[in-house]
């Protein structure tokens, strides 16, 4: 499908390059597979007992990843770039209608050329995918001779540094991703060349712009071990080097052919892949002004983002075919139907009954009236003056970047370490973006999480932005009175702890990743149906449904003798609360009575002795105004109702009673 065009308003266009409409930058992406075909690669596991382990070889497992990443992609970034190339194979192809002699790039077989993924693409990768015997005819591998030593490293790499420069040239991001079982390629003596001109042509692309993901594939008999060839093929810039990025990719867990642990190679796979398969896409790149005169350039993230349906162009279904809508907008007077201007374009605001405009210059001024976008320290406080309940929104994970200022990463490592030293947070004034409202912030320190058992990094050390409440945002919890919060009694918290033990996860921990948004799913299968010219699919599954059969048969009995001491505990706090409350009145009554007497009678002034039925006359005659406070409260207290706050809020409560009595 063509790319959609669109007509902006002058002045526009340099924010809708820099914010996207879900807050990112906007960043386009360009990945290429590098698939491994060797005789290896093509070996299906044994057979075993377990019937939901599937039989795809690791080829074949990779291809059905590329397949359903670019499902994705043609949906979600239409203006992502997604290509495969094949290597180790018989056959070579660069590009249609190569001439004939010697292939440019031997036993490399570009089976997708790098471009904006298309239906046409999809159905045809799709057809590899479900057909064995076209697949059989493609996946072929080489029979290394002496003439022919097979597929060099090096040839992959240039081949791939060939479609990035052709393809892709002016991509921010751009990405090889390497699926392989070889853990070490030319590795016999004579074949030091190969490895020194893959070395090289592996920090070609590095100078490109180009990032090597590997994806490793361990055979049943062995590990697959980095360091033999691909820890000089996957560049990681030595730290001394200022002129570097900050090297943040961790490195992705093995996957193993044949496991017997439940996960087969292509989940395995999938869980890698799509790990990997967003680029990071910096929320703002700004100053950090840690004290006067000492400035740091730092990136934001958010980790944790609601997914939503991705409108990113307009869909034309009328004609024979599905088709992207150009797209115009103009704008119309009212009067005249002419075309207005964007110079003619006021914005107006209503001040005490008064317009007041605003042209788009003096509009975007008032937004910068606070100052460019920055995060400025102020001071530095105890983490334990930070409550629980400061979080309000999601936090952002902040990193040092080396674009702006050289020496980034060195002074945010020495303030992230001393924070976390001496459990500090650091007080910001915080703008993200332009044209955003400036809130205090609370840069937290984080610590690096590594896994025990891979000694993989889980988490990255960096520093956290939490945005502080201001002080209209915090709701006090309101003063119940005498209604405060009833404390369960030790039965009935007895009774409740089976339940919620039988209703653990497995392990403890929830994985959002295991239920999708059926949602989400639905409307995705649903374009998918509409582009690649199927049917429409039946519904999804919702495994957010709870499995109310399984939660019955573990916690059945359980809930029932929680229900039955709830209801015994109940009643008994009724009949107490009932006799507490019949005693107070009484006393309450007695006292009144005396009162009243000794004033001769008037109920007026102390705020007691008014009566159910003074009190309703006043309700329907809505005068209940001319009560005092005192005596408002004294009325209300009797009916075991709140008496805090003004007096128009006991009026409203007074209301509230007699309008629930009827």
């Not at 990945?31 to 007992?49: G, Q």
């Not at 799709?126 to 059989?136: G, H, I």
């Not at 400061?390 to 200022?405: G, K, M």
């Given at each position: ?204 692309l590095y100078d490109l712009g180009v990032i090597i993901e590997l994806f490793p594939i361990s055979k049943p008999d062995g590990q697959f071990d980095r360091s033999k060839f691909y820890d000089d093929i996957v560049y990681r810039p030595p730290l001394s080097d200022p002129e570097a990025p900050v ?410 009673y007699f309008e629930k009595k009827g």
């Amino acid at each position: 499908m063509a790319e959609p065009e669109e007509k902006h308003e002058e002045g526009d266009e340099e924010e809708e390059e820099e914010i996207g409409e879900s807050g990112y930058r906007t960043v386009k992406d360009a990945v290429l597979f590098a698939i491994d075909v060797s005789p290896s690669m093509l070996e299906r596991p044994p057979e075993t007992k377990d019937k939901k382990l599937d039989r795809d070889s690791a080829t074949s497992a990779a291809l059905k990843c590329a397949y359903q990443l670019m499902q994705q992609r043609i949906i979600s970034n239409p203006k992502d770039m997604m290509g495969i190339l094949l290597f180790g194979t018989k056959e070579s192809k660069f590009e249609e209608g190569e001439a004939r002699g010697p292939p440019a790039f031997p036993h490399c077989y570009l089976l997708s050329d790098l471009d904006v993924p298309e239906a046409s693409d999809v159905k045809r990768l799709r057809n590899l995918v479900e057909n064995e015997e076209e697949a059989s005819k493609l996946l072929i591998p080489s029979s290394p001779t002496k003439e022919d030593p097979g597929v060099a490293m090096g040839s992959v790499l240039f081949c791939a540094n060939q479609i990035f420069t052709n393809k892709a040239p002016n991509f921010s991001s751009r990405r090889l991703f390497f699926v392989t079982d070889n853990d070490s390629p030319h590795s016999s003596p004579g074949e030091k060349e190969l490895r020194r001109s893959a070395t090289v042509r592996s920090k070609d692309l590095y100078d490109l712009g180009v990032i090597i993901e590997l994806f490793p594939i361990s055979k049943p008999d062995g590990q697959f071990d980095r360091s033999k060839f691909y820890d000089d093929i996957v560049y990681r810039p030595p730290l001394s080097d200022p002129e570097a990025p900050v090297p943040t990719l961790e490195a992705t867990k093995t996957s193993t052919i044949g496991s017997s642990d439940g996960i087969t190679l292509l989940q395995s796979l999938l869980s890698a892949i799509n790990s990997k398969a967003t680029p990071r896409r910096a929320l703002f790149n700004l100053p950090f002004e840690i004290g006067p005169d000492l400035k740091i350039s730092v990136k934001g993230y958010i980790i944790i983002k609601r997914q939503e349906r991705v409108r990113s162009c307009y869909v034309w279904l009328n004609g024979e075919v599905p088709q992207i809508a150009t797209l115009t907008t103009s704008r119309l007077a009212d009067d005249t139907a002419r075309s207005v201007e964007p110079t003619e374009i006021r914005k107006a605001y209503k001040f005490g009954g008064e317009t007041v405009s605003f042209s788009k210059d003096e509009a975007t001024g008032l937004r910068s009236v606070f100052g460019d976008p920055t995060i400025r320290i102020i001071g530095f406080k105890n983490l334990d003056l930070l409550p629980p309940w400061a979080n309000e929104r999601a936090p952002i994970f902040v990193y040092p970047s080396e674009e702006d200022y050289i020496g980034s990463t060195r002074t945010f490592a020495a303030l992230h370490a001393s924070l976390l030293q001496k459990s500090k947070f650091a007080l910001c004034w915080f703008i993200p973006r332009r044209n955003a409202s400036p809130v205090l912030a609370a840069l937290t320190p984080g610590a690096e999480q590594i896994d025990e058992i891979t000694k993989e990094q889980v988490a990255p050390p960096g520093l956290w932005a939490i945005p502080l409440p201001y002080a209209d945002d915090v709701r006090q919890n309101p003063d119940l009175g005498p209604d405060r919060p009833i404390v369960a009694p030790d039965s009935v918290v007895d009774k409740m702890r089976p339940v919620v033990q039988q209703l653990q996860l497995p392990g403890g921990v929830f994985n959002p990743s295991r239920y999708p948004n059926p949602s989400l799913q639905w409307f995705y299968k649903c374009l998918q149906a509409m582009a690649l010219e199927e049917d429409l699919p039946q519904l999804p599954e919702d495994k957010t449904i709870p499995k109310y059969r399984q939660i019955d048969k573990r916690t059945g009995p359980y809930v029932l003798d929680f229900a039955e001491e709830l209801d015994t505990q109940h009643r008994a706090w009724e009949e107490e609360n009932r006799s507490s409350s019949k005693r107070g009145a009484d006393a309450t009554t007695d006292a009144t009575t005396k009162r009243t007497k000794k004033s001769g009678g008037a109920a007026n002034g102390d705020g007691d002795g008014i009566t159910d039925a003074t009190m309703r006359s006043a309700f329907e005659k809505q005068s209940l105004n001319s009560f005092t406070m005192p005596q408002l409260k004294s009325w209300l207290s009797e009916k075991n109702e709140s008496i805090s706050g003004k007096k128009k809020d006991l009026v409203e409560r007074v209301e509230s009673y007699f309008e629930k009595k009827g």
